[in-house]
């Protein structure tokens, strides 16, 4: 991946880039919390903590499922644990990025590739 991280994950778990959510449209519009709700549950795997590209999640009936880095995924209602990272805007002023460390567990779907 070319891109810096802003924290490396241990263990199984994936780090997330959370889908950014606009709370109004362009045209003004207030979006409902239940709407902003469920899209706030959607993001971009960005790594896993064992380092690999790809990773099989195990479930409690012995099935797997496999997910990749650059995978846009649903998770869990409130899963995991939220990194605000420093970063630079593209005028120079401080912009804070938001990350999710969860446990792969807490993804429940995969989105497929918009062709």
Do not use: C
């Amino acid at each position: 991946m070319s891109e810096k991280l802003p924290v490396t994950p241990i263990g199984p778990v994936a780090l997330i880039k959370p889908l950014e959510v606009k709370e109004t449209t362009p045209g003004g519009i207030q979006l409902p919390d239940q709407l902003l709700q469920k899209i706030q549950g959607k993001g971009t795997i960005l790594a896993f903590g064992s380092g690999l590209e790809n990773q099989t999640i195990k479930w409690d009936d012995n099935s797997t499922s496999t997910v990749k880095v650059g995978q846009m995924v649903v998770m869990k209602p409130h899963s995991g644990y939220e990194v605000l990272h420093e970063g630079l805007s593209e005028v120079g002023t401080t912009k804070w990025e938001t990350y999710l460390i969860i446990r792969l567990t807490d993804i429940i779907a995969v989105q497929p590739n918009a062709s």
